[in-house]
């Protein structure tokens, strides 16, 4: 069992505006990682500094217990209320997420459970890691607590940090990489966004 837990109404400070709130071909984007997601998973919480905006959502929608302190902060909140080991961390970054390459991440963290060693399983493309579209196991919680209360809120110091299992592209092999992963960051990035829409 995997829980999806969705990162959405943080600051934004690049776009400018709430991304998860953007609509893109009719669904706001919160909703088209809703979709992605629920094929695959037990249960979806949706992690925001903003709940009233997110209420319209049939899904958790739960309060960031450290406001302000970025995606590092919303990842501990989502484990710290998850039921499940493996949980897959979807931030609004990712538009175009699809439920197969849901799919496939979570079957290669099944499969990589008999290596129990790991903590955080990350797609890596072309030297790029993705660590807001990865799969973060509870067992991580005391690390995340500890770069929180260092100050250290980077996430891919957590990810240099934590036991790191990275997805190498030819493990995605038949999925559209480029569309699941296309990072949506800044305004000059949609007319890009729209070209792989």
């Known amino acids: ?21 953007m609509e893109l071909g009719g669904r706001k984007i919160v909703e088209r ?14 992690i925001t500094d ?5 209420s319209f959502l049939n899904h958790p929608i739960l309060e960031d217990l450290h406001k302000g302190k970025g995606p590092l902060a919303g990842i501990y909140t989502g484990l710290l209320n998850s039921r499940t080991d493996g949980n897959f961390i979807a931030g609004c970054d990712y538009p175009l997420l699809e439920p197969d390459f849901v799919r496939r991440v979570i079957e290669i963290f099944e499969h990589s459970l008999s290596s129990e060693g790991f903590e955080i399983l ?3 493309v072309d030297g790029k890691i993705h660590p807001l579209c990865s799969i973060y196991r509870r067992r991580c919680l005391a690390s995340i607590k500890d770069n929180l209360q260092r100050g250290d809120l980077r996430v891919q110091s957590l990810c240099r940090k934590a036991k ?8 995605l092999a ?7 992963l296309f990072n949506l960051n800044r305004p000059e990035e949609l007319a890009k966004l729209m070209e792989l829409l």
Do not use: Q
């Not at 790191?164 to 493990?171: A, D, L, Q, R, V």
């Open 50 to 54: 903003r709940t009233d905006d997110y």
């Open 174 to 180: 038949g999925l559209d990489i480029e569309r699941n």
């Open 122 to 124: 990350i797609p890596e």
């Open 33 to 46: 990682i809703i979709d992605a997601l629920i094929p695959s998973v037990s249960e979806i919480l949706i």
């Open 164 to 171: 790191t299992h990275f997805i190498k592209g030819s493990e």
């Open 1 to 21: 069992m995997i829980t999806g837990i969705i990162l959405a109404g943080g600051k934004s400070r690049r776009m400018g505006r709430d991304k998860g709130l």
